[in-house]
């Protein structure tokens, strides 16, 4: 291999938008290595927004999810018209292999499996699924001479009209900076990550009476029932939740101004964490820590004593009440 530093690098993550997240400390790595570079991003539409407006991307390359046979077969070809000194795919799934096949580039690194391998140029073993995400996406640079592995957290810049959106929302709800807000995400699409409705109601009544906090719930497209049902759980006087959240980088926003979130396994964490946000996860899976900052005193994790591999609703179940709250009193007190 030459060791020219190469001018045009491009990094393939077409999914999901926390894994995306998870590949902007390595995205930090490049630019801090390779300040002259001009560094390229393939991404999915609906993961868009996490790089909108990365300060480490000179240029987006978006695949639209929804395209018919001839029209994906068009995407691809046009992909043949870039060329690159250096490709990363961090995904290695079938979709992003094709796209790491089809792009021009003299050097191709990804992770080693067992298929999808021919084509890449480098090829690094896996590391354990227990490692931080994050951490592991930067695995990916060690053929380039690079192992920074503490410069970790991701991040997800978002815009002035962002921010001043997410100030819109608190001003509607009448909250004050003199008063702890804490968001709250309590809705996942997989079930047996869900802390039941029922805790969660509970938590949101000591934490109004223990600490007199600001709740602000934030929810996704058909999951408002959730948040419906802990209201009508909760002793306390609940929460309006009769605003809007434009996106992502609106939710984000919301979370830099939070003191502090609280939620399941979810998204929504991912991006709380990105803006420097103190977080509390309530796992439902036994792979917690990697998708958790290694040894945070502000990003902590709430874990099953039923440690089963697999999937099961029971699991989360196991979480005592007590435990959430011994984590929010070692943020809020």
Known sequence: MTSQPPAK????????????????????????????????????????????????????IVFPRKLGYWSYLKFLISLRQYKYDLLIDFQNNPASYTMSLVLR????????????????????????????????KLKLLTPLGISQNEDHLPEMPFSQADLNDAKATLL??????????????????????????????????????????????????GEKDVIEEIINLMQETAPKIDYEIKGLLHLTALFS?????IGNDNGPRHFAISCGAPTICIFGHVRESHWTPPDSKIHLIVSPHDRSAKPEIPRINSIKFEEVIAACDQLLL
């Open 172 to 221: 509607h709800l009448n909250y004050s900076s003199d008063k702890p807000i804490i968001t709250l995400s309590p809705v996942t699409k997989r079930k047996y990550k869900m802390w039941s409705p029922a805790n969660y109601a509970r938590l949101c009544d000591l934490l109004i009476s223990r600490y007199n906090a600001q709740i602000v719930f934030t929810w996704g497209p």
């Open 257 to 261: 101004l939070a003191d502090l979130h």
């Open 105 to 136: 580039s003299s050097r191709k690194i990804s992770f080693a499996g067992k298929r999808r391998n021919f084509g890449y140029s480098d090829l690094v073993k896996p590391p354990p699924v227990e490692i931080y995400a994050a951490i592991a």
């Open 9 to 60: 690098i491009i990094a393939v993550q077409l999914m999901a938008i926390g894994d995306v997240l998870m590949c902007t400390p390595a995205l930090r790595e490049l630019r801090k290595n390779y300040p002259q570079a001009e560094i390229s991003f393939l991404v999915s539409d609906y993961a868009l927004a996490a790089l909108k407006y990365n300060p480490n991307v000179d240029k987006l």
